[in-house]
């Protein structure tokens, strides 16, 4: 692994590529061990060159977005970490909107309403990243991804085309197969370079009114002021899963440091130095507890990934 420092000097020497980088601070959760090796490319060569050492020297990859719906081990995360921050460009074309992977939501968001596109304000408040919300459809107020969407740009990250001459693979919104929180990116191990959205033209003091209603309600209902990874379970048909675990009477119960939200059942908070342990335990005390009181099995909707 030392010889990817001297491959990569010149992202070792401007800070893009950093031994043993703690992951905690890049999580929302406040949560994580280190990365053995951290990468910040911001250009698609650098992400091409950097996955093609991983493949041709057998080193695990995995590629980090805002980490807004991630539970990192404690022991972090083996191998190369590619952060996609670096990849923060917007720009539009007539109605069309394009954003690379690592513009967070609120960005693109706010790019829009001063364009006077609408359709997004419903992702105004979700803490991620375009990459990510595209990876997992993301959604919130009855609004998804999959609903604006038009087409992506998408690496596939086998030697065979990462060394061809055209190693980006378009995607139309049909072949992202979109459902809930899931996506054909996911299923294909593909990397979202860049997404573009379809929207409407409209007065930005109406969209400004929408995003600001939205985040009003956000904040009332949600833990937005303590570290989360947002909604923990899926929502199981049928049923909201906050009323499940707040009528099993769970409302602020905790382990450790990991507590059930005192606002929103449906999320687990970090109270002040919770480990990926706490948190997987009292995910597991919850299931147990819902399964056994209402005979509901919930899944979880964030990832958990790394070493625990």
């Keep these: ?21 703690p992951l905690a601070p890049y999580s929302s959760f406040k949560i994580g061990g280190p990365a053995d090796v951290f990468a910040i490319p911001d250009t698609q060569k650098d992400l091409i060159e950097l996955l093609i050492y991983a493949l041709k020297h057998n080193i695990p990859r995995f590629i980090l977005g805002k980490a807004t719906n991630l539970l990192i081990g404690d022991r972090g995360i083996r191998g190369l970490v590619i952060s996609m921050e670096g990849f923060r460009k917007i720009t539009r074309d007539e109605n069309f909107v394009s954003a690379f992977a690592g513009v967070s939501l609120k960005e693109l968001c706010d790019f829009a309403c001063a364009e006077g596109l609408s359709g997004l304000e419903f992702a105004c408040g979700i803490p991620g990243s375009v990459g990510g919300a595209v990876f997992m459809n993301a959604g919130a107020y009855e609004g998804e991804i999959r609903d604006l969407l038009y087409c992506s740009k998408c690496i596939i990250p086998d030697l065979e085309h990462l060394e061809s001459s055209n190693p980006i693979l378009h995607l139309k919104k049909e072949e992202h197969l979109f459902s809930y929180r899931h996506s054909a990116l996911q299923d294909r191990g593909l990397i979202q370079l860049s997404s573009v959205f379809q929207l409407i033209p409209k007065a930005p003091a109406l969209i400004r009114q929408r995003m600001v209603e939205l985040d009003a309600m956000r904040n009332d209902k949600q833990p937005m002021d303590m570290p989360s990874a947002g909604s923990v379970f899926k929502r199981p048909e049928g049923h909201f899963t906050g009323k499940l675990v707040d009528d099993c009477g769970l409302r602020g119960f905790q382990i450790g440091d990991a507590a059930i939200s005192d606002k929103h059942c449906g999320f687990i908070v970090n109270k002040g130095n919770a480990s990926a342990k706490d948190v997987l335990d009292l995910i597991k005390y919850v299931q147990d507890t819902v399964y056994n009181r209402f005979g509901v099995k919930l899944e979880t909707e964030i990832r958990i990934v790394g070493e625990m």
């Design 1 to 21: 692994m030392k010889d990817i420092f001297k491959h990569f000097a010149h992202l070792a020497e401007t800070g893009k590529l950093l031994a043993s980088e």
